[in-house]
């Protein structure tokens, strides 16, 4: 199957037709792939409406390419990438085709400037949800009421003027929305679950090149599965268990698919309660065997006297490597298996490989690690809760698939400055108390994920008699559906004043407690 269109070789337009025929289509969409952060939810999007789309690689597709591949349409995603001091390689004869074109924040902006439009960075940019309202009729906008929310992400802005029509602005970008002829384009992104109507736009999108007939992708688990029975099927698999959603969801892939295999927990820079879900879950089935590996010391020793998130995440990557290749060793292991969700690789700056840039977010510890035996990540194309379905769909524990996110560096990441024995032990017990008051208030179910950084401010402290100095602790939480966007979730001053007395009370090295109220973007998730 074909993964990236780079020209219209006779290999790849075969590929194309095959897999055509495959999915019962005549039409497909080619989706330029330009770096976007969510890219891979436009896929996502036209998959669910049952529409064939292809990633192209904007460095090197042509416009003569696009008259050889014909496609129904044409998505240029949104990147990094900015058309007025750093052009991305696109070759702008394509918007003159005429075929059916949607740009996307960035690409909206690329071909508004090829028409003649002024693209400017503008002083007020626009970060997270806005109203969009819309100026008239378009089949763009059909079924889509008058005003409607939208996530904004962009510093440059289309201005209005006669080279486009204005189809709807927001209050920081008066051209939100546009069209010249066959070319229409939005500042927002339309792929995620902020953008209300975002679906429908693309369903719209997909009517107006004419894709009448639609074939829902069904059965991704089954096909899943199937995949890893051909590939690993009787054959050694250890697999780095976290006692999360994403690792259990591939170790029972992995049970579907008649593999033998172990599990491996790393202890070390874990939230209290991981290990006894891994122990639970998976500690007494005839299915799976589990060790577990205690490498706090090993963490320790690496991270002493390393402070920045990154230098401190690449340290972490070596640890949790050598401890797997080890195990890769005693077991001998055919395969190793990791819960990889696409995110991480987008994040860690990869993806779609393609001429654009993509920026690199932050480095995660199961991406591009290089093992010794080849290396399983069935969930690489999904985001968080797809992934989920596919668990709920094979049997995943319901409690192992609601769990929130944790990252795969663990608490390093939720501890500004060096990690030590005492920070670590610090930021555990802080972690324990607000998970734990947030099941016991019925909120946990309710927000997507939570977490405490044990920040390096410090704050006075009165306690008793004595006075003093201790860290401060930021508490945030999140709502999202697959973590590319969130937004901070509002939980009632009540229980965050209780979560705040519970903490400085019961933990001596915090002085202070406060609240994080960013979204996603401008802010991440982590603190690092």
Known sequence: ????????????LREIADEMRVRKTEKFILLF??????????????????????????????????????????????????????????????????????????????????????VTPHEKREFGVHTLTLKGDDPLFTGIGKQT????????SVEEGSALTNLGGTDNAPVAAGRKGNLWGVQFHPEVSDTEAGEKIYDNFCTICGITERFPAHGVAEQKIAELKQAVGGKKVLIALSGGSDSSVVAYLLKESGAKLKGVYIRGIDRPDDEAYVQKYFGSQDWIEVEIADATKEFLKVLKGKEGMKEKRLAMRSVYKDVLEEKIKEFGADFIAQG?????????GHGHATGARVAEIKIHHNVKLGF?????????????????????????????????PFPGPGLIVRIEGEVTAETLKTARAVDGIYIEELRKSGLYNSVWQAGATLTRSEHTVSKGDDAGMGRVVALWAVWSVNGFTTRFAELPY??????????TNEVREVGAVVYRISDKPPATIEWG
């Open 340 to 348: 990889t969700l696409y995110t991480d690789v987008r994040e860690s």
């Open 149 to 156: 929310k939208v996530l904004e992400t962009h510093g440059d």
């Open 494 to 503: 009540d229980f965050l004043a209780k979560v705040s007395q519970r903490i």
């Open 1 to 12: 199957m074909l993964t990236i269109f780079k020209g219209a070789t006779p290999e790849a």
């Open 33 to 118: 792939s330009m770096g976007s952060q969510f890219d891979h939810l436009i896929v996502q999007k036209l998959a669910k409406l049952g529409v064939f789309a292809v990633v192209a690689d904007p460095a090197s597709v042509t416009a003569d390419d696009i008259k050889k591949a014909a496609p129904a349409g044409i998505i240029v995603s949104g990147g990094p990438a900015s058309v007025y001091n750093e052009p991305p390689p696109f070759d702008s004869a394509i918007f003159d085709i005429g075929i059916p074109t949607l740009g996307i924040c960035l690409g909206f902006q690329m071909w508004a400037k090829h028409v003649g439009a002024q």
């Open 372 to 404: 010794s035996v080849p290396e399983i990540a069935p969930l690489e194309t999904e985001v968080k809760d797809s992934a989920r379905n596919i668990g709920r769909d094979i049997g995943v524990p319901e409690d192992l698939l609601v769990r929130h």
